[in-house]
């Protein structure tokens, strides 16, 4: 069982940033494409951005682009999300996924962590 623990979420004032990680207990990592996700309250789980198995490319939210960054260490078995010029609407729970396809959807992905809170103050 792939188990996926994210970290680094919490509370900050609009412009500033913020840098979430992804643990993953797996020796295979390098197998599976990754993705973040959030989630706010009443809404439904959003894209964020993906990166291939090996890190060579990556997709983004247009929401998010210019402004967020994924990368992974496959070495480290993590991946990250560095998040930049935060805005208030970026408050949600985000969920790092892996899965087989290097997708933008969500039930492309296998597996989930449980969450990690960002909320952003105005």
């Known amino acids: 069982q792939v188990q996926l623990v994210e970290s680094g979420g919490g509370l900050v004032q609009a412009g500033d940033s913020l840098r979430l990680s992804c643990a993953v207990s797996e020796r295979t990592f390098s197998r599976y494409a990754m993705g973040w996700f959030r989630q706010a309250p009443g809404k439904e789980r959003d894209f964020v951005a993906a990166?291939?198995?090996?890190?060579?490319?990556?997709v983004y939210a247009d929401s998010v682009k210019g402004r967020f960054t994924i990368s992974r260490d496959n070495a480290k078995n993590t991946m990250y999300l560095q998040m930049n010029s935060l805005k208030p609407e970026d408050t949600a729970v985000y969920y790092c996924a892996a899965g087989s396809s290097y997708s933008s959807r969500y039930k492309d992905y296998d597996y989930w962590g449980q969450g990690t809170q960002v909320t952003v103050s105005s």
């Open positions: 990166i291939t198995r090996i890190g060579s490319s990556t």
